[in-house]
């Protein structure tokens, strides 16, 4: 009873906003101070005022409350867990398939192929690639 007057009062004063600011001549604003004015009163009338009281000093409906933030902190969880593993690379579940490159049937542009396994030496020829480089004037 005290929620459903409140929320009357509260139509009653914004409507009265609304008047002042159409007296002021500013119609848009009016009309939109009239329409959030009239949602208290719209939700009392429907009765939903009369079901967040109820819900509100109800023990069930706040255990129900928990068990729903439970679960969305489960949901938040394994999707974080699902992310972080996408990124690193690993599949989550089923069978695991990892994609190989095909290696090359013949070297590019003359350097020798380097075997699968085998670590580069290290005086290889970079001269392309510093070609390149000082080409963009890098």
Do not use: N
Request: charged letters at 15%.
């Amino acid at each position: 009873m005290l929620a459903e007057t409140i929320c009357s009062a509260v139509s009653v004063a914004g409507l009265g906003i609304a008047a002042v600011a159409a007296y002021r001549k500013r119609f848009l604003s009016a009309a939109r101070i009239a329409a959030y004015a009239l949602v208290p009163l719209g939700l009392v009338m429907t009765g939903a005022v009369d079901w967040i009281v109820d819900t509100a000093f109800s023990p069930v409906a706040w255990a129900g409350f928990g068990v729903l933030g439970i679960a969305w902190l489960l949901f938040l969880s394994t999707r974080a867990v699902e992310r972080r593993r996408a990124g690193r690379g690993e599949v989550t579940g089923g069978a695991e398939s990892k994609a190989v490159a095909p290696a090359s049937s013949s070297p590019s542009r003359g350097v020798a192929a380097a075997k699968p396994g085998a670590a580069q030496a290290p005086g290889e020829d970079f001269s392309d690639i510093e070609a390149i480089l000082k080409k963009h004037g890098i």
